[in-house]
C-alpha cells in the first residue's frame, strides 16, 4: 500500500501527508450535481478531477467507498434560502413532473460521464432518497441547541454555534467581515441572525415537492443532504470531503457547521476542492455567454467554438492542468491537447510493434519513480503527463530503428503506460472501436505495399497523399506500415 501520497487540504490551507482514519480502508465524499439541467463543464472537470483521485487511491492499494450525492430536491436559486425551487422552476418551464426533470437530467448526466469513462462512485445516494435522515439529522440539531423554529421552517443559528465552534474554519474568513458584508434582515425576516440558514423550509401552497415533518409541510435545505448522507454512508467522521471551490464558502462551511451541531465531530479530516474554468482568460459562466455544455463542446456547435473536440480530447487537456489551478479553454489549447493526445495514442498503438533487442538503450525505471512521485505530489497530473511524453519518445525512437531496447525494458514501458494512461488517468483510444475503418486501411496499405512492390509508385503516393489529405497518416518502417491520425 502506498503510504507517500501528500495532499492539498483546504481545512488546514497545507499539504499533509495522507493519513487514513482506518486504513486500507477510505472514505470519500463528493457534492454531486444538482439535476435540474445539463451538467456543465465546470462539474464535468470536478468529477473528471476526483475520479482520478479515486483511480489513485485504489492503484495505490487502498479500498475507497466513494460516494457522490444526487441533489434532487431544496437547492433555491438563492443560496441564502430565497428564491423558487430550481426543480419546480424548471418543470413548468417544461411542462413536466420535478421527479421527471430528475430523471431526464440524472440521466444526461450519468451519459456524459460514461463519455469521460469516468468510474461511477461505490454510492450515488439522492436527498428524496434520504428524506427521513434529513428530519432526524435537524432534530438532533434542535435538541443540542444550535437552530430554532420559526413558522413551520426550521433554521441553523449561526451565532450560537460560532460561540462554541469556528464558523470560518474552512475558508478563514473574518466573521465580523461577513456579518457586515450580509444585508441587513428585513421586518418580515424570521431568521434572527444575518448568517443563518434553513435546515428545514415551510412548504408553500404552490409547492410541488413536500413532505410531512415535525414542523409540518415542507422540504430540506440544500446543505442539509450531504451531512445527512455522508454521516449515514461513510459515519460521523471520514477522510476525503470534495467538491468545487465555488462550495467552499457557504455550502461546505454549512455542512461542517451541521455535522459538529450534530455530533460534535469535525466530519472530513481532508477536504479538496477543484479550481474554476476560464474561457479565453474570462470566468466560464452562463450570464457571460462564454460558457458551453459538453454536448456543444464535442460537437462544436457554438458560436466560441470552430469544431467540435472528443470526449478524450477534453479529458486529456483537463488532466494537462493540475486539479487546483485555474484551467483556461480556448480553440488553440483544445487543438494542441488534440494533437498531444493522438501523439499518446498512436505511440501506445506502437508497443506490440517495437523489436526487442540484447542491450537497451533506456532505462524506464526512473521515468516510473517520476511518475509515482508526481501522483503522490497532490495528484499531479500535469508532471506525470510531461514523463509520459517521453516515454512516447523513446517509442518513436525505437519504432524508427534509432535506438535499442531490451525485452526486460519494454516489459516495464509496457506497464508504466498502461498503469497511468489506461488504469489511472482513465484515458482511452477513441480509435480502437472503429474496427470497420481498421479493416478498411489494413487493406489499403496492402494494396499499396503491392503496387510499391511493382514498382507502380505512382500509385503508392496517391493512397499516401490522398489518405494525408484526409487526416491519416502512413508511416513506413521495416517492421512495415503503420497509419495515425494527423
Not at 53 to 72: E, Q
Not at 151 to 160: C, R
Amino acid at each position: 500500500m502506498n503510504t507517500g501520497l501528500q495532499l492539498y487540504n483546504t481545512l488546514t490551507r497545507k499539504k499533509e501527508p495522507f493519513e487514513p482514519l482506518n486504513a486500507p480502508n477510505v472514505g470519500m465524499y463528493v457534492c454531486g450535481p444538482t439535476v435540474y439541467s445539463d451538467v456543465h463543464l465546470g462539474n464535468c472537470r470536478t468529477f473528471i478531477s476526483f475520479d482520478l483521485i479515486f483511480r489513485y487511491l485504489k492503484y495505490s492499494g487502498y479500498k475507497v467507498r466513494y460516494v457522490r450525492n444526487i441533489t434532487d430536491a431544496g437547492h433555491l436559486e438563492g443560496d441564502r434560502d430565497e428564491g423558487d425551487d430550481k426543480f419546480a422552476k424548471r418543470a413548468k418551464l417544461e411542462q413536466l413532473e420535478p421527479m421527471e426533470i430528475v430523471q431526464k437530467y440524472t440521466l444526461g448526466f450519468h451519459d456524459v460521464l460514461r463519455m469521460f469513462n469516468t468510474i461511477p462512485p461505490s454510492i450515488e445516494p439522492t436527498a428524496t432518497g434520504h428524506i427521513l435522515e434529513q428530519i432526524e439529522m435537524i432534530k438532533e440539531i434542535l435538541s443540542n441547541g444550535y437552530a430554532y423554529e420559526a413558522n413551520g421552517t426550521v433554521y441553523f443559528d449561526v451565532e450560537k454555534y460560532s460561540k462554541q465552534y469556528n464558523y470560518t474554519i474552512l475558508t478563514n474568513r473574518n466573521l465580523e467581515d461577513m456579518l457586515a458584508n450580509t444585508r441587513e434582515l428585513g421586518g418580515q425576516d424570521e431568521k434572527r441572525g444575518r448568517l443563518d440558514f434553513a435546515l428545514w423550509i415551510k412548504a408553500k401552497p404552490e409547492t410541488l415537492m413536500r413532505w410531512p415533518s415535525p414542523w409540518g409541510v415542507g422540504f430540506p435545505g440544500w446543505h442539509i443532504e450531504c451531512s445527512a448522507m455522508s454521516a449515514k454512508y461513510l459515519g460521523d467522521e471520514f477522510d476525503i470531503h470534495g467538491g468545487g471551490m465555488d462550495l467552499a464558502a457557504t455550502h461546505h462551511t454549512n455542512e461542517i457547521a451541521q455535522s459538529e451541531a450534530c455530533s460534535h465531530k469535525q466530519p472530513a479530516k481532508y477536504w479538496m476542492h477543484t479550481n474554476m474554468l476560464t474561457v479565453n482568460g474570462s470566468r466560464m459562466s452562463k450570464t457571460a455567454g462564454n460558457g458551453f455544455l459538453p454536448g456543444e463542446l464535442f460537437t462544436g456547435n457554438h458560436p466560441l467554438l470552430v469544431k467540435g473536440f472528443s470526449p478524450m480530447t477534453v479529458k486529456f487537456f483537463m488532466l494537462q492542468a493540475h486539479y487546483r489551478s485555474t484551467l483556461d479553454f480556448s480553440n488553440e489549447a483544445l487543438d494542441a491537447s488534440e494533437k498531444g493526445f493522438r501523439r499518446l495514442m498512436n505511440a501506445v498503438a506502437l508497443l506490440d510493434k517495437l523489436k526487442v533487442s540484447e542491450q537497451s538503450d533506456f532505462e524506464i525505471a526512473p521515468i516510473a519513480e517520476n511518475c509515482g512521485n508526481a501522483m503522490n505530489d497532490d495528484f499531479n497530473s500535469p508532471v506525470v503527463i510531461a514523463e509520459l511524453f517521453e516515454l512516447v519518445r523513446i517509442i518513436n525512437t525505437v519504432y524508427d530503428g534509432k535506438g535499442a531496447i531490451s525485452a526486460t525494458e519494454l516489459k516495464k514501458l509496457k506497464k508504466v503506460m498502461n498503469d497511468f494512461v489506461f488504469e489511472i488517468f482513465g484515458l482511452k483510444d477513441e480509435d480502437t472501436s472503429n474496427t470497420e475503418l481498421n479493416s478498411v486501411l489494413d487493406l489499403v496499405i496492402d494494396i499499396r505495399k503491392s503496387a510499391k512492390e511493382n514498382k507502380d509508385y505512382a500509385t503508392s503516393d496517391k493512397i499516401r497523399l490522398g489518405l494525408q489529405d484526409m487526416g491519416i497518416q502512413l508511416k513506413d518502417s521495416k517492421e512495415g506500415t503503420s497509419w495515425n491520425k494527423i
